[in-house]
């Protein structure tokens, strides 16, 4: 069987990511979304272990200790990380395994998992990201401040990608994000185990 991949998908907070993933699991078989282990408190209507795991800033360190993170990565003042053993089983299960994660996180992938695919979701203009980060009222000014700051430096890391997709449009974002994925598991070098497989039940036949 042929293992799955690992898509990382980065974008400033407000870039409405979280609903073009949504999307995206929605039409995608064998495709699983990685939730991440976070100290940050959770917001609206966010539930815990499908949004995030959240969890003390104690709890997180002793993860750390035990190397139980692919990566993880300080972001305005608060923790956040992949867990390890539920990436690695469902790519050794052949699964497709979404990240969402920040530019941080996704420089730490590129250095242990070559063949992942990285794409990062602009949003259409800074003062849409800055609109969306108000609308949503969840956080203090100082907060989004902050977010907005990071979020800056991080489009500046946009060109490390191997994609960018812009969201001005939730359902043309999601088809570009769906033919990506498609694209990349088509490549001849993830083809390989299928089309030796095909070789070789027609060799029997
Ligand atoms: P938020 O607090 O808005 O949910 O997320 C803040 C930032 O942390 C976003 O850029 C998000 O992609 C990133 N993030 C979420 N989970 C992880 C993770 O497991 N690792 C890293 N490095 N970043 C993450």
Known sequence: MSKGTLFVIS???????????????????????????????????????IDYHFVTKDYFKSRI?????????????????TPRTFVEMNIEQGNDVILEIDTQGARRIRSVCK???HIFVMPPSFEVLEQRLRDRATETEEKIQKRLYTARSEMTRADEYDYIVINDDLQEATMKMLSIMSAEKNKTERMKDKVSHLINKENVN
């Not at 979304?33 to 609206?44: A, D, E, I, L, N």
Request: hydrophobic share 30%; proline share 3%.
């Open 11 to 49: 974008a400033p907070s407000g870039s409405g990511k979280s609903t073009l993933i949504k999307n995206i699991l929605a039409s995608r078989r064998n495709t699983v979304f990685s939730v991440s282990m976070t100290t940050r408190k959770p917001r609206g209507e966010e539930k815990d272990k």
């Open 65 to 81: 200790e035990v190397d139980d993170f692919l990566e993880y990565a300080e972001y305005c003042d608060e923790f956040y990380g």
């Open 115 to 117: 063949d992942a695919v």
